[in-house]
T-cell receptor, first 114, second 109 residues
């Protein structure tokens, strides 16, 4: 149990376009979802926390207008990278919590902006 | 900021026990010690967690010192598939997970 999926697993987009990444909890209801970003050879950096039905809380230094997060249901959160640029190329990972204190991580989405 | 200190990297021979240390000298009474690992290009995988007692599951054992200022993750019989970055994380139950730099564990054939 406690499976989190992400779609797509990898995406290539052109500079200036927007790309949406989906995060789904497959067998539980996720009251809280988290989005992380990881650059090569670095650790995961928390970008934002989202609770179902409310606005996301962004970590310091993360542009909320660039990284749009929607958590419209208890099983789905989306991250939209708007006007993507090559420096946004990264590994994006979501995780979900079901009201308990365990956090379950998705497999990640690799974004490459050309 | 991460509340833990871990060695940057470690090597372990295949079949031997891998002992990964973690210092968390500022841990609070309500904070747990969690261990996750990340195999290359995958999402983090939960390993084990504990509050003050030693814990064991099918993957690993967690030894927490009596003063709770440090802990050791033990993989009893390391295999090549255990090569990964191991993260020791200290957090209260409802806190978000903040990752430090972790320990890069190399299992040597």
């Amino acid at each position: 149990g406690a499976v989190v999926s992400q779609h797509p697993s990898w995406v290539i987009c052109k500079s200036g376009t927007s790309v949406k990444i989906e995060c789904r909890s497959l067998d539980f209801q996720a009251t809280t979802m988290f989005w992380y970003r990881q650059f090569p050879k670095q650790s995961l950096m928390l970008m934002a926390t989202s609770n179902e039905g409310s606005k996301a809380t962004y970590e310091q230094g993360v542009e909320k207008d660039k990284f749009l997060i929607n958590h419209a249901s208890l099983t789905l959160s989306t991250l939209t990278v708007t006007s993507a640029h090559p420096e946004d190329s990264s590994f994006y990972i979501c995780s979900a919590r079901n009201g308990g204190h365990e956090q379950y991580f998705g497999p990640g989405t690799r974004l490459t902006v050309t | 900021d991460a509340k833990t200190t871990q060695p940057t990297s470690m090597d372990c021979a295949e079949g031997r026990a891998a002992n990964l240390p973690c210092n968390h000298s500022t841990i609070s009474g309500n904070e747990y010690v969690y261990w996750y690992r990340q195999i290359h290009s995958q999402g983090p995988q939960y390993i084990i967690h504990g509050l003050k007692n030693n814990e064991t599951n099918e993957m690993a054992s967690l030894i927490i010192t009596e003063d709770r200022k440090s802990s050791t993750l033990i993989l009893p019989h390391a295999t090549l598939r255990d090569t990964a970055v191991y993260y020791c994380i200290v957090r209260a139950r409802d806190d978000k997970i903040i990752f430090g730099k972790g320990t890069r564990l190399h299992i040597l054939p």
